[in-house]
Structure formats: C-alpha cells, structure tokens
C-alpha cells in the first residue's frame, strides 16, 4: 500500500513537473528597427509584445536594437512605435523555445509630423518593396514551411497565389497569368541571381527541387504584374528573395531528415565582442529512398546535394558587408535493361547521363551615407551547367550516341542602388546593372530521317548587358501615393534595347480599403543559346539566323482593390491586361512556332520577332491571416492567353488553362500547452493546358512524333485536379523545439495528364501522367 502510494505521489509530481515546465517555456525577441528608405537605425522606438501579463516590451538603444527576454513561447503580436513614424504592428511573430527570435523591422514615416497613425494589424504587411502597389505579395518562410506540399519551396508555395498555376508536379516551374515560364526571374539580396533550383533545365525558371534552404529566407516579396522600375529583364513574374542573419549572439542549430534528404544547418556569432554572425545550410538527398519504401519515382538513380550561407559582417562607420551564396549539383543517371522482352517503348532503349549544377556567390556592402540616403553595392559571381547525353541500344546491345548537349553560363554582376528621401512625402530610388556573360554552347541531336547526329549549336564566347533605372515615390496626401520609374535594358552582344516606363497610383478609399493602378513595359532577352543556333550549308560552313533577334516586350495594366475587412479577413480583386509583341516566331507563313510556347531548351530553328499575344483575365483572392489559429486561402482566376504567329491566325498558348480554383488551408491545435498539432490541406481545380494534336501516320512514317500544325495547340487537356494534405506535431522542449511532419501529395491518386506523345517502339500514341499519391515524412529539431 505505501509503495502504491509512493508511486501515484510520485506520478503526480512528473505530471506537476512537466506542466510547470511546459507553461515556463521561454524565449528571447530582438531585433532592429529602422527607416524603410535609409534604413538608418531609430533609437528610442518602443516595442511592446501585446496581451501579455505583466506587459513585455523594451526600447531601442542607440543603434535602433532591442531586446525582449522571458517571452513565453507561441504567436504573438509586437507593436512598434516611433515619434514621427506610423505604428505598425506585426501580429504573427511565432515563438518556439529551440530558437530566438530576431526580427529587423522598418517602418513608414508620417507625411503629418507628430500626429498618431495607428497601422491596424491587416496580418499581412504591405509588400516590402515600398514602390510596388499593385499584384505584388509578401510571404513568409512560415508559408514555405506550413502550406500542404509546398515542402519548404517558395515556387511551389506561391501556386496558392491567384493567377499562378504549376505547369507540372515533376517540377516547380510556374506560369504566371497564362505566360511562359521563362518569363520568371529570380533576386537574392536585390541581385538577379540563376535558376536557384536542382535538375533546371535550360530555359526554363524552375526544376525538380529548390536549392534554396528555407533556413536561410526571411520574409520575402513575389510580384506577378507592372513591376516598378527596378525589375527588368522579365515578363511574367519576380521572386525578390531577402536572406536573414544568423544569430550574433547565440549559436543554434537545426537538423532535419527526411525522404528527400538531409539537412544540417548552423547559425552564430563569430565571437562575443562582435556583432557579425554566419549562417549555413548543407543538404543531402538521394530519391532512391522513397523507391525503398514502394513509391516509383522512376527507374533512373536520381542524387542531389546543395550549400547556402549568409555571412554578415559589420564594420561600423564603414558600412555592413555580407557574403552570401548557394550552390547545388544534381545528377540523374538511367541504364537500359539488356533484355528485349522488357522494352515496353522506345525510351525503354536509351542509357541517359543528366547533369545540372547551380551556384552563385555574393559579396553586398550596405552603407548609410547619412540620416535620408542609403547606398547598396553588391558584386555576384554566378553560374550553371546543364548536360545531358544519350545512348540508343541497338540489337545487339550495342551503344548508338543519339543526343548531346552541354550548356555552360557564367557570369558577373556588379550592382549599386542608392535609396534616398527629400522628406516624409518623396523618395527615389535609382541604380545600375552591370553584367559580364560568358557561354559555352553545344547540341547535337539525331536526325530520325537521315539517322546522322547533327550539330544544331557549337557557340563559345562572352557578352555583355547593362540594366539602369530610376523610381520616385510621391506620397501626396495620406490617402494618395504616386509612383513613376524607367527601365532600360540592353543586350551588347547584338545591340538590342528596351526603355520601358512603369507608373502606379494608389488611393485609399477609407482605412483598410485601397484602389491601385498600375502599368509597365517590361522586355526580356530570349535564352542565350536561341542566338547562336546555326543551319549548315552547302559547302559546309554555318549560318547563325538568329544573331540579331529583339527582346521579347509586353505591356502590362493592372487594376486592384484591396479590402480589409477586418484584423484577419482580406479580400482582393485584380484585373489585368498584357500585350505581348517582337515574340520570335518562326518566318515560315505555314508555321505555328512561337518561343513563348516552348518548355526549355534552345530553340534552333530561324526565328524572327513579328509574334504577338496578349493575356487578360480577372484574379479574386479571399484570405484569412492565421485568427483564432485557423487559416484559408481561396483563389481564383479567369483569365485568356492567346498568341498569333506567321499564319495570321490566334491561338491559344500551351498555358491556355482559361480558369483556376485553389483552396489552401489550415488549423492548429494546441496541446498540453507545449505542443501544437497541425492540419494544413490544398486542393486544386485549374483547365488542362493546350497540346497540338499528333499526326500518327506521318509519326509513323519518320519513326518520331509529328504535329498537325494546322491544328496548334487546339486540344485541351483534362482539367487538373489534386489535393494535397501536410500533417504536422510541433513540440517546444525547454531548449529545444521538435517537428514531425508527413506531406502527402495528390492525397486520392488522381492521374493528372502530362501530355501525349508518339512511340516509335509500339506504334502508338501513348499518355504520360503526373505524379501520384506521394508521401514526403520528415522530421526537425531546432537547439
């Protein structure tokens, strides 16, 4: 009887303990606050984490830093405040007890000195480019982390978003608006940086898996229209990435295993006398796992590792520098089986060799010159190599080199952006591009008809583009804001230019409500390798038709509204227009070829740049900001993509879906005080894309796949539909935060058509399917 006793006294003090510990979890908020423009430091501003008992707050020293301790772990709201300056108030600062929580904040100064503007908490805060008012969106790393299959990927993520749709789930290329892919560009620190993605095919804005760690994001900006002046050589969307800093005065680590790899991450200070920190993330990952546990990813060995880092490093009156950088190699490598009797199709035949490697390295020197103008200036070494080699058994067995490509782009960038404010109402913001190219081109593919490899592409050298611009932001009134810039970009290697205007106005109807136009011309260069395709003539020499084609241009129109119906409830309606012109198509009048159609790779044709197309449509977003820890995101998109080529004729563009549904939502449920538990689902309705029906017998005929030309892009796939579901239990321990999480992609096992084509083994004409039902586990601790 006593030991019974003992033993309940003693199970009723674990569960005392473990409840006292659970409701004493802690953690640290720092951070910075600064100027939005200058980014000049503010002291003296007062930060206050709301509904918390006794009040938790501090105020900035002289360098525009805080420090709030003792902040007990879970969401809470920090509100900022500075004389002169609007209050703002961020109302999602997740606290875990594995890790501090440093945050560097701007804020907005008042057109109407000494008077109190109260910023109401909208959830989600204007887009961190102050200049971009219309079809621009924040995210956050959270988002990354926490939408169903979006598996830490900011592309993958932002196909939530209304008006961006994946082209197909063996990948996270995304059209924007019924646009190409390629229209796409990527910016890491305000510099444009290379496809930042593994297994990314040539010409194209995605691949297989981001290189990018989200350990190393912060929150960011993803614009899909009219971008003001300081973007350019893109015409479809931007994703400008922001990196944050590691820790200075704490070292923390996270490591994360999974199916689709391993993650070892590592954050600090250099010492304790220094305010420079590191931050490091090394990934490793083999597919061949989720074949182990039964789900087919195909037969080929598929490998890919990848490094980013952000280094910062303070020097005082000098001014801040940061390295920064990524990296990652992939490969993928399939043998045929040397039996016959196995070969269910052509591709069954081939050994194939594919190489893709990324990488970038970045040095930035921030310097604020003086209380209104501050200086950027960044230096980025960039490139990456595609390579892909095939071999047909014969036979006997036998190898039969059919296909070979290498493509080498490297390049330098230097970059200087000065920001600075006349006063509270006007600001500019001007800088210049300089980029140094290098490439290294070579394509040889088999001619079915003559059965002889023929070198389409042999091309090496280097090339230069100069980007400059200039934006000015004139806040007229508290309720009226002006925006104008100019873009001019230029191509030295053939001469070509674009000077393209960009304007927008907003007008705040009554708090929370907005009305926003905008408008943008926006140009683009055409993928490098397109320049130098070459056509062998009769003596043996070679001509390069396409050495003086234009850039690709397309105005843009955007109109918005924007409502904030109340503290987490957010409706927004944008329509849009684009006119797309000097597309290069093909001079046959026969033809139907566009480059805007394509989906990677260098075209070798001759090409000229008479195409046009135009895109309009109507996007509606309902959102709701994490509330009572429940969160929603449905959009929706009607929209219109067509193009006409040399035949005179409008099409519709392969990305011609016309309509798109998307439901992204999720709820937590707090547990024992120190756990959370997760429910995060997306489901996804969208219109099939556009293929260009398959002539079987003339297929036949040349033993490869032939089109209909006439009838381009005139069927329509089935309409997409999938849904994705991400499980996840987060556990605060006293120094420690624990996450288990499963992903399952296409949850019902949908088969979602790719496309059709011709196989030359059986006869026929076959259909590939997407992805299937797809579980991705993984498991996180952060310390």
Known sequence: ??????????????????????????????????????????????????????VLGATTDTDGNFKISNVPVGTHAVKISFIGYKEKILPLVIVNSGKEVVLNIPIEEDIVQMKEIVVRATQKEKPINDMAVVSARTFSVEETRKFAAAVNDPARMVTSFAGVIQTDDGNNNVSIRGNSPYGLQWRMEGVDIPNPNHFANTGTAGGGISILSSQLLTNSDFLTGAFPGEYGNALSGVFDLQLRKGNNEKSEYTLQAGFLGIDVAAEGPFSKSYKGSYLINYRYSTLSILDRIGVSVGDAVTNFQDLSFNIYLP????????????????????????????????????????????????????????RNTHLQTSLLFSGNENGDKAYKLDDTYSEDLHYHERYINKKITLTTVLNHKFSSRHSVRTGIYLNKLRYDFYLNDM?????????????????????????????????????????????LLNNTSSIEPRASVSYTVKEGKNISIGYGLHGQIQPLGSYFAQIKNEDGSYTRPNENLDLTKSHHAVLAYDNSLNDHLRLKIETYYQHLFDIPISPDENSTLALINTQGGFETDPLVNKGIGRNYGLELTLEQFMHNNLYFVI??????????????????????????????????????????????????????????????????????????????????????????????????????TH????????????????????????????????LPLLPVLSYKVEF
């Open 1 to 54: 009887m006593i030991k019974l006793k003992v033993i309940l006294f003693s199970l009723a003090a674990l569960c005392s303990l473990k409840g006292a510990l659970a409701q004493g979890l802690t953690q640290t908020i720092r951070g910075t606050i600064v100027d939005k423009i200058s980014q000049t430091p503010l002291p003296g501003s007062n930060v206050i984490i709301l509904n918390t008992q006794p």
């Open 315 to 370: 020097t005082g009156k000098w001014g801040t520098f940061s390295l920064f950088g990524f990296g990652g190699l992939s490969d993928q490598h399939l043998n045929a089986k040397k039996d016959s009797s196995s070969w269910d199709s052509d591709d069954d035949r081939f050994n194939n060799t594919y190489v893709s490697n990324t990488g970038a390295v970045g040095l930035k020197h921030s310097l604020v010159l003086d």
């Open 447 to 491: 001619n079915e008809q003559t059965l002889q490899l023929e070198e389409l592409l042999n091309a090496g050298g280097t090339a230069e583009m100069v980007q400059a611009f200039g934006q000015w932001n004139f806040r007229a009134s508290e309720k009226i804001t002006f925006n104008a810039g100019l873009h001019y970009l230029k191509l």
């Open 635 to 736: 959009s929706s998109s009607l929209y219109d993509s067509r193009y006409k080529a040399a035949d005179g004729v409008w099409r519709n563009t392969r990305y011609n879906g016309n309509y798109s549904f998307n439901i992204t939502a999720g709820k937590e449920f707090i547990w024992k005080k120190d756990r959370v538990f997760g429910i995060n689902l997306r489901t996804v309705y969208s219109g099939g894309f556009r293929e260009t029906p398959i002539d079987a017998e003339k297929s036949m005929q040349n033993n490869e796949t032939e089109y209909i030309e006439a009838l381009a892009f005139s069927e329509k796939l089935a309409d997409y539909f999938r849904t994705d579901l991400r499980l996840s239990l987060k556990r605060n321990k006293p120094k420690s």
């Open 739 to 770: 996450t288990l999480a499963l992903d399952i992609q296409n949850i019902s096992n949908h088969e979602n058509i790719f496309g059709r084509y011709f196989d030359s083994f059986t006869g026929e004409v076959k259909t590939a399917y997407q």
